[in-house]
């Protein structure tokens, strides 16, 4: 899917990329996956042997870069969609600096730059400003 492709109607652009990532819920269960579908400022799809069920609280820590130089971004967040194919995590919490991570990250791996700061302007952190 191009990145223009389903964008409509979508809070946030989703961007493409390779990395890899650790998904941990609550009960200490953890799923490590190197291919990730998609990533936007409010979530991340990755692809995975398994899945955890709609619902599940989890933590999320996404590893971008080569490795031993690798920046990390961190985030909790909750499983919004789960299938035999992965699961779509939707960001429920980030701290300030991976927010900064994860700006950068989609805003300079994006094709429309322009599209992506009015996304940051129209929101507040992880929700739509009133």
Do not use: W
């Not at 980030?94 to 900064?100: P, Q």
Request: with cysteine; glycine share 8%.
């Amino acid at each position: 899917m191009t990145e223009k492709q389903g964008q409509e109607g979508r809070e946030f652009t989703r961007i493409p990329m390779k990395m890899e990532a650790h998904v941990v819920a609550a009960a200490a269960d953890s799923i490590t996956s190197d291919h990730i579908r998609d990533v936007s400022m409010k979530g991340i799809y990755l692809v995975a042997e398994k899945a955890f069920p709609v619902g599940t609280v989890c933590d999320v820590v996404m590893l971008v870069g080569e490795p031993g130089s690798q920046l990390k971004i961190e985030a909790k967040g909750q499983v919004d969609r789960s299938s035999d194919a992965g699961m779509a995590i939707e960001f429920t919490e980030i701290g300030l600096e991976s927010y900064d991570h994860l700006h950068n990250l989609v805003l300079y791996n994006s094709k429309n730059t322009d599209k992506v700061e009015q996304e940051f302007k129209d929101h507040l952190g992880l929700k739509r400003r009133e």
